[in-house]
């Protein structure tokens, strides 16, 4: 898959973060989970792009999943 695939079907959000484990960072990326629905139903595919590891994504992945939506 590359971005230009993905540009030619919908548009695309594409959210740079720098640390996993940042806590402005996760506060931001649980706002953007909160509301990925109606960018779904706006025809916006969104995409994050970090340097960390897959470790790191799949612990924060987890965490975010517990957490508690911002609604």
């Known amino acids: 898959m590359t971005a230009s695939s993905l540009w030619r079907e919908k548009n ?16 931001e990326m649980c706002l953007v989970r909160d509301d990925v629905g109606e960018y779904a139903t706006s025809g916006v595919q969104v995409v994050g792009v970090s340097t960390d590891t897959p470790f ?8 975010m ?5 911002s609604e």
């Open 12 to 27: 695309l959000l594409v959210i740079f973060y720098p640390f996993a484990f940042s806590t402005i960072c996760q506060d």
């Open 56 to 63: 790191a994504h799949r612990n924060t992945y987890t965490a």
């Open 65 to 69: 999943s517990a957490a508690p939506n």
